[in-house]
């Protein structure tokens, strides 16, 4: 109180009352203030590593539905070996006959050479076609990691009716493609988007070709419905029979003898990667119906 060391007092003096040291005075706040940044520090230590932890396990999610995208593009492009050929084949074809035409030309006594030179041409624009039909297959099925970019939902489903066309062809299936927004923008990644595209439209073929139904149709309709691009593709199949409709999209679900059952289960995992989401159901007058919704990017959209 006197604030006199203890050192000067008088030998024999005897210290009665000493001031409490700050420890003392206030050993329960400080240890209450500790335990509570202690905590704090657990807590946000776990926080960041519960973070890290989605983060890794978020790229590995991305890494493996990209492997599986892969092994699903090569089967669904197995089944459609007809329409590629179909379509580097007619180029090829028509190359042949020009060429054959440029050859007869020259051996004439006074070949036209404004028209050889004409043949020519054709034959590098069709030359180029065809690369450019093996440039797309390569880009579908190359390994490529989850990437997001600005994609037209029209043009990559006039894309993938390009690779359908001769194959539904072939199974005298009509495919029709309307839409009521000129461009349909959305994030994301195209060819994992025409997969599901792709998919969606290889399965209403199958449906169909079991059904030997008199009308023959795969209809793909894309729409505006409130924040969201809709896609809609139907068929004229039997449908799905009541009980699987909750089924279809797991995974190794399938009804058909040489299916995987992986086809639809990619699909909804691309799907709810894109945030999206996605239905299965029947027309009232038969055939099936499947619902794709996902969000459009913002400003890029324009409507009816
Ligand atoms: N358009 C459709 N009409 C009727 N049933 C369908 C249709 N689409 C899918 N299904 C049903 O859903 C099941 C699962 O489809 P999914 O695409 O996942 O596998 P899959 O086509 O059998 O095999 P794959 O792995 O080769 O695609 C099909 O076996 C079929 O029974
Ligand atoms: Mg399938």
Known sequence: RWHISENNLPPGSQVLFREPGLWAK???QASLITGVILIQGVLISGLLDERRRRRVAEVEFRQRLAELAR????SAFSELTTSIAHEIN?????????AETAELMLKSSSPNLEEVKEILGDIKRDDQRASEV????????????FEVRDVDLN?????????????AHGRDIELRHATTSASLHVKGDPIQ???????????AMDAISEAETKKREIRVITNISGASAE?????????IAADNLKDVFDPFFTTKPQGMGIGLAIVRTIVEAHRGRISAANHASGGAVFTVWLPIAHGRSNSA
């Not at 092994?71 to 090569?74: D, E, I, K, P």
């Not at 007619?90 to 020009?98: R, V």
């Not at 896609?231 to 449908?239: A, E, F, M």
Request: net charge positive; hydrophobic share 45%.
């Open 26 to 28: 206030y050993r329960w």
């Open 71 to 74: 092994l699903n593009r090569h």
């Open 90 to 98: 007619q180029p090829l074809a028509s190359i042949l006959t020009n």
């Open 134 to 145: 093996i440039r797309r297959l390569r880009s579908l099925l190359k390994k490529t990691p």
């Open 155 to 167: 043009d990559t489903i006039r894309e993938v009716i390009r690779f359908v066309a001769a194959l």
């Open 193 to 203: 988007l025409q997969q599901v595209i792709l998919n969606l439209i290889i399965n």
């Open 231 to 239: 896609i809609i593709v139907s068929d004229t199949g039997p449908g």
